[in-house]
Structures are given as structure tokens and as C-alpha cells.
């Protein structure tokens, strides 16, 4: 079975400043793994996936993901927070190459400080 | 194709009565998901299809919910006799399955806010 923990619920940055949100996973399997971002009353959009290709990944928006099987971690960066970036953000596991069903952790709210 | 859609966005109803939600798939995608979503939580896994099957089901899902997606098409989630917990954003995603990357990547629609007062 596979599972995944957002360490922080609440995050708070200024804006200009690197953003670091985290999230660790377990799985039985290779890992697939994604963040979804969450904006107020929008809909949930894909930033980016992992799909064993590269372990640093590359989203929308300018975040970066990189994917450490030692630390079972897969942490969500930005060099430099927008205000716009202020959403609720949402790591997400499955199984590589198989149909399992995907599970996403409690999510981490990132606030914007001007 | 504009992506998926649900039907409504919003339902406010009594306790007790009945609710069934819609979902329309993008057309090419033969899988879909249903999950619930509270109030500062992430999305739970409720149940999920390929094409007209229904392949698993959260144990979430008690014997008052049912989905059903008859034609492979679209779908819809109905709740029985609501109850206030049943308070929730009900999000609807499909999906091609397992792609030549490995993944299976899910696009959300907007969600059906359920309000049982």
C-alpha cells in the first residue's frame, strides 16, 4: 500500500524568498509521484510528476521537485515565492506502471507575506 | 473538449434526502475517480472506474453511497438518506490510465460542493 506525509500543514514565506514545502511517501512499489496545487475555489492543477526519468523535476510556475529514495522524500522548491503562489498545495502518490488507486496527503498551505 | 465537468457545483439539501452528483470525463479517458475532499483535508480516495467497471471502493464509501458509470461515459455519485458529515467537495478526475512514462496523471474537475443542513 502506498501512503504520504506533508510535514507542514501551514507554511509562510515572504515573498522574494525561497519556498521549501515537504513531503515524504511510502509505497510497495517504484513510486509515482506528483504535486498538485489547489488555488482558492479553483480546481486542483498538476505542478509536476515523477516518473523515474530524472530525480530532479521540473513544474509550471518555476517549482522544482527532486525525488530521494534514500530519505523516501519528494520536496516541493521555489527559488523565489510570488504572491500568486499563495494556494494550498498537495502531494500525491501511486504505484509506477501500475493502475493502483492514487492517494494524496493532507496538503500544506502556503502563505505569502508581502 | 473542454476537460471534465460536474454537475452541480453546489447542492445545499436537508438531512435525509437524496443527492446524485454528475460527472463528464474527458472523452478519450477511459478511467475515472471520484474523491471527497473536507474542509482543510486533502482529497480521499472514494471509488474509481475503468471504462463501465468499477475496479475498487474505498471503504469510505458506506452502503448509502453508489456510483455507477453505465456507459463508460460519464458518471454519477448518489448519496442516500444525506447526513451533516456527508459535508464535503465531491471531485471527479480522469484519466488515460498508465502512460508510456509510467504515471497516471489525473485531471480534476471544479468539484460539487454538498451542504446537508
Known amino acids: 500500500a502506498q501512503s504520504v506525509t506533508q510535514l507542514d500543514s501551514h507554511v509562510s514565506v515572504s515573498e522574494g524568498t525561497p519556498v521549501l514545502l515537504r513531503c515524504n511517501y511510502s509505497?510497495?512499489?517504484?513510486?509515482?509521484l506528483f504535486w498538485y496545487v489547489q488555488h482558492p475555489n479553483k480546481g486542483l492543477q498538476l505542478l509536476l510528476k515523477?516518473?523515474?526519468?530524472?530525480?530532479l523535476v521540473k513544474g509550471i510556475n518555476g517549482f522544482e521537485a527532486e525525488f530521494k529514495k534514500s530519505e523516501t522524500s519528494f520536496h516541493l522548491t521555489k527559488p523565489s515565492a510570488h504572491m500568486s503562489d499563495a494556494a494550498e498545495y498537495f502531494c500525491?502518490?501511486?504505484?509506477?506502471?501500475?493502475?493502483?488507486?492514487?492517494?494524496f496527503g493532507k496538503g500544506t498551505r502556503l502563505h505569502i507575506l508581502p | 473538449d473542454t476537460g471534465v465537468s460536474q454537475d452541480p457545483r453546489h447542492k445545499i439539501t436537508k438531512r435525509g434526502q437524496n443527492v446524485t452528483f454528475r460527472c463528464d470525463p474527458i472523452?478519450?479517458?477511459?478511467?475515472l475517480y471520484w474523491y471527497r475532499q473536507t474542509l482543510g483535508q486533502g482529497p480521499e480516495f472514494l471509488t474509481y472506474?475503468?471504462?463501465?467497471?468499477?475496479?475498487?471502493k474505498s471503504r469510505l464509501l458506506s452502503d448509502r453511497f453508489s456510483a455507477e458509470r453505465p456507459k463508460g461515459s460519464f458518471s454519477t455519485l448518489e448519496i442516500q438518506r444525506t447526513e451533516q458529515g456527508d459535508s464535503a467537495m465531491y471531485l471527479c478526475?480522469?484519466?488515460?490510465?498508465?502512460?508510456?512514462?509510467?504515471?497516471?496523471?489525473?485531471?480534476f474537475g471544479a468539484g460539487s460542493r454538498l451542504t446537508v443542513l
Open positions: 515523477y516518473t523515474s526519468a530524472a530525480t
Open positions: 472506474f475503468q471504462n463501465e467497471a468499477q475496479l475498487e
Open positions: 509505497s510497495s512499489y517504484s513510486p509515482s
Open positions: 500525491v502518490v501511486s504505484n509506477m506502471n501500475r493502475d493502483d488507486k492514487i492517494i
Open positions: 472523452s478519450e479517458h477511459n478511467r
Open positions: 478526475a480522469s484519466s488515460l490510465g498508465v502512460g508510456p512514462s509510467g504515471a497516471n496523471v489525473l485531471t
